[in-house]
């Protein structure tokens, strides 16, 4: 099982850009889909963005497509969310997680069931 880390949030005004990186520890992490997750005051967490094993397919939530890009870099064992042209209600704690009960899933998943590791979050706030 890896253990998983956020940083790079913060308070940014409307739009400007953040990038959120994910640090993973332990082993296995080149072969695990990653996924950006995230989580409003009195909202359900929602999918933002995943990432196949290899980095080859990406998939985005609808709200964010053309504005957030996922990347991974497996010699740093690291995930990252590039964030573009914020908005108010992108406001949110983010949390990456691994999706280590399939390795190598051909499709990423966008449902917080099939992750199993999850980051403590980090805070974005988008001020208007």
């Known amino acids: 099982q890896v253990q998983l880390a956020e940083s790079g949030g913060g308070l940014v005004q409307a739009g400007g850009s953040l990038r959120l990186s994910c640090a993973a520890s332990?082993?296995?992490?080149?072969?695990?889909?990653m996924g950006w997750f995230r989580q409003a005051p009195g909202k359900e967490r929602e999918f933002v963005a995943a990432?196949?094993?290899?980095?080859?397919?990406?998939y985005y939530a609808e709200s964010v497509k053309g504005r957030f890009t996922i990347s991974r870099d497996n010699a740093k064992n690291r995930v990252y969310l590039q964030m573009n042209s914020l908005k108010p209600e992108d406001t949110a704690v983010y949390y990456c997680?691994?999706?280590?009960?399939?390795?190598?899933?051909?499709?990423?998943?966008?449902?917080?069931?099939?992750?199993?590791?999850w980051g403590p979050g980090t805070q974005v706030t988008v001020s208007s």
């Open positions: 990432i196949s094993w290899s980095g080859y397919s990406t």
């Open positions: 997680a691994s999706d280590e009960r399939v390795p190598r899933r051909s499709t990423p998943s966008t449902s917080t069931n099939d992750y199993d590791s």
């Open positions: 332990g082993r296995g992490f080149s072969n695990y889909a």
